[in-house]
């Protein structure tokens, strides 16, 4: 069993759908959830980073953790064109992130 | 913001030659360097870990040999892939944390360098 699973996807949704992106882990000590983004033949962008459990808000997004079930989530509202891209959860203990596999996201105009 | 350059963006190169591809972070000190490559439609797989002026700590099944680590300073790291073969071919990526570890543990990634060997 791989510490952090994620959905490869392709997810296709039409424009303006909210989306749900999801990992599930079964490492207790990670301590920091992040996601990134990246694009075709680029490096990851971070997105979103969260410590605690529960949710946190910037702008069109949002990153949810449960440790009590070990699940992250990110949510994308008003979904654009321009949020294609592979979407990877990312966590860390002792300094070392260990990568979902990243779930490709489709956004139909 | 944090910035990480990385170039060449893309270089190919002949089967059996060496190719060097940098790391700068522009605006902060990068105490420690992660190198990954990627395979298409996978996710980003460590390589190395490197601490400045220290020796790189290679992962499991990365051959320290051929992919030989350098991080001379706090704002450079180099790859060198030595006698490159075709099955090298791969999206390398670099990444820093900075010197003040960074709370968020926002890891700063340079965009990549694409590597085919011929």
């Known amino acids: 069993q791989k510490e952090v699973e994620q959905d490869p996807g392709p997810l296709s949704v039409p424009e303006g759908a909210i989306v749900s992106l999801n990992c599930t882990y079964s490492?207790?000590?990670?301590?920091?959830f992040m996601w990134y983004r990246q694009y075709s033949r680029k490096g990851p962008e971070l997105l979103m980073y969260?410590?605690s459990s529960g949710n946190k808000e910037d702008g069109r997004f949002t990153a949810q953790v449960d440790k009590s079930s070990k699940y992250i989530s990110l949510f994308i509202r008003d979904s654009q064109p321009s949020d294609s891209a592979t979407y990877l959860c990312?966590?860390?203990?002792?300094?070392?992130?260990?990568w979902g596999a990243g779930t490709k996201l489709i956004i139909k105009p | 913001g944090a910035v990480v350059s990385q170039h060449p963006s893309w270089v190919i190169c002949k089967s059996g030659t060496s190719v060097k591809i940098e790391c700068r972070s522009l605006?902060?000190?990068?105490?420690?360097m992660f190198w990954y490559r990627q395979f298409p439609k996978q996710s980003l797989m460590l390589m190395a870990t490197?601490?400045?002026?220290?020796?790189?700590?290679?992962e499991q099944g990365v051959e320290k040999d051929k992919f030989l680590i350098n991080h001379a300073s706090l704002t450079l790291s180099t790859l060198t892939v030595t006698s490159a073969h075709p099955e090298d071919s791969s999206f390398y990526i670099c990444?820093?944390?900075?010197?003040?570890?960074?709370?968020?543990?926002?890891?700063?990634f340079g965009s990549g360098t694409r590597l085919t060997v011929v």
């Open positions: 990312a966590m860390t203990s002792n300094y070392q992130l260990i």
């Open positions: 969260t410590y």
């Open positions: 490197s601490n400045e002026g220290s020796k790189a700590t290679y």
């Open positions: 605006d902060f000190q990068a105490t420690t």
């Open positions: 490492n207790s000590a990670f301590q920091y």
């Open positions: 990444s820093a944390r900075a010197r003040t570890g960074l709370a968020n543990y926002g890891y700063t």
